[in-house]
DNA sequence: TTAATGTCTTTTATCGTGAAAAAACATTTT
DNA sequence: AAAATGTTTTTTCACGATAAAAGACATTAA
């Protein structure tokens, strides 16, 4: 079992849902980019569809033949990079408590305990480690620092830096700038979802990535947008497992949110900080309540 | 040939110098501590060291019987880690030219060029990618995005503002802070830089990352911290190849820093912002100036 | 003659394996 | 009994091997 074919399951599924929506399907390169695989994928994925008499297949003619059928699709858990397996068993385990700073992080044991090999393991932690939450001794284990108010304020701090940068290179972006339209598409999407907040509370965190990355990539700073990988990480845990007041918090963050993009538009740079300065501290608020501070700082 | 043993070549010639100054060896787990490895690696050393006759070894007695001589030693070359060896290969391929941004990254080609296995070559291009030097594409190839202008930029603006705000840090620094006395030592490690420049021009750059890495330290942020990690590695091969009036640039750095430790020491936050951006626009400038821009942007 | 399909080759992702190094445990010495 | 030495176990590091996936080349259809 030295490799998983879960490209090719995921494109499968992906390549299902296509096929409700045209009679046939496009040529193998086509498919190829559309789906992000290579011709390879893209063959197996017809050569599977053909036996399973989703269609017909002869050359240039691929000629859809039935809808699928719930069950032609993999299971979902097949789909899963193994890098995804790891990240989420080792965040379970990071945040399901018991998990102190200081304590050591064991290959080995991790690796049996997921069911996977060291070297992916190993990569994945050395992945991991420019979250700032790990840190390797040479030649030996790997120690956790810990899901600590300290690490949450340095991320912060950073963030906050870099955001009011990004916010202010975006404000001065020339009118005819295409991150204007993208502006106004996200502004739309808050809307709607204030509109329909007490249902679709829980679809903010999506949307607060995108505008967010939005604005960093207007810094044309790979270092600042490289660095919202990690925010983006911690938040994507956080809203996983802190529901307190989801609803509210959410709501509160869209009406923001629509400030900063009324401030944007304003291209007023005095506002533009001002309500920057303002969701991120709220952000930051919402953060720093939701970390447990059971240990006190080892230094003074 | 699964793993060398470079961990104990390196240790063991340190061991070696050791011995010119003591007539017997402390107990194993104070060597342990003190050459920075395991007991199982001291008792190799030891054991090979009584092999050669260097010293008489019963239980707790380690007696030195000779000088090390020079061929007690293993070759340098021996001694280093694969990742350090790869790394070099790395850079020295892109350094040399013909490493035009965009150009596509092999890893087993890397490897058989280097003559590692593929593990050790991905675990370091993922840790390298960091930098912000290289990319990866999704089950495919590494691209290159080069060492340009651009990335010089980025890089630059993200060290100013980190180091602006870690010296702000720093002159606010309680005078109890231990880390007054570690700047008066820099300070005087400069000052005899500056005395004997003609021909120890060359020991600044390791001087330069000390001195950075102190103030970054006051950041108390190790998110600034570890950026410094970025700079030092672009500075380290930066210094290495471009020695074009090296001498000049180095004596005014020296100087630049010398009125930079003074803006500290006066904790006036005006002075220390002032004397910072000075050096760090210098230091620019010289990283700029050693890139030569043979190539347009591709994008408009 | 361009763009697709068919076929073959190379590279990436992942595992199991084994030596180096660390760590844990047991025993002796002071 | 505290700290060293002696011994055993575990973990890390690095490799070669293999299936999945990508990519390159050859052939055929429009």
Not at 77 to 81: G, H, K, S, W, Y
Not at 97 to 102: F, I, L, M
């Given at each position: 079992m030295s490799k998983s074919n879960n490209v090719y399951k995921d494109a499968y599924n992906r390549c299902l849902r296509l096929l409700d929506e045209t009679r046939s399907l496009p040529s193998e390169p086509e498919l190829g980019a559309l789906l992000g695989v290579s011709r390879t994928t893209v063959r197996s994925i017809l050569a599977r569809m053909e036996e399973t008499g989703l269609i017909a297949w002869n050359k240039r003619a691929k000629t859809v033949l039935r809808d699928p059928h719930p069950d032609d699709f993999f299971p979902e858990?097949?789909?899963?990079?193994l890098a995804e397996i790891i990240e989420r068993s080792f965040m379970r385990r990071l945040l399901a408590?018991?998990?102190?700073?200081?304590m050591q992080i064991n290959e080995l044991e991790l690796a049996r305990e997921i069911g996977v090999g060291t070297t992916s393991v190993r990569e994945f932690l050395i992945r991991f480690s420019r979250f700032g939450l790990i840190e390797k001794r040479r030649n030996s284990h790997w120690v956790l620092k810990g899901f600590t108010r300290a690490f949450a304020l340095e991320l912060t701090e950073i963030r906050e830096m870099f955001e009011l940068r990004s916010a202010a290179a975006f404000a001065a972006l020339?009118?005819?700038?295409?991150v204007w339209t993208d502006l106004d598409r996200l502004e739309d999407e808050h809307r709607q979802l204030v509109r329909d907040i007490a249902t679709r509370?829980?679809?903010f965190s999506e949307l607060d990535e995108r505008f967010h990355r939005l604005i960093h990539r207007a810094s044309h700073n790979r270092f600042i947008v490289d660095f919202y990988d990690v925010i983006a990480m911690i938040f994507h845990y956080h809203y996983q497992w802190n529901k307190a007041q989801e609803r509210e918090r959410n709501e509160v963050a869209v009406g923001e949110h629509l400030a900063y993009i009324e401030a944007l538009k304003s291209r007023d740079l005095g506002k533009v900080d001002a309500a920057c300065r303002k969701h991120l501290k709220s952000a930051r608020q919402t953060l720093l309540t939701s970390i447990p501070e059971n240990r006190q700082p080892s230094r003074a």
């Open positions: 858990e097949e789909t899963d990079t408590g018991g998990a102190e700073a200081g020339p009118q005819d700038s295409p509370f829980n679809e």
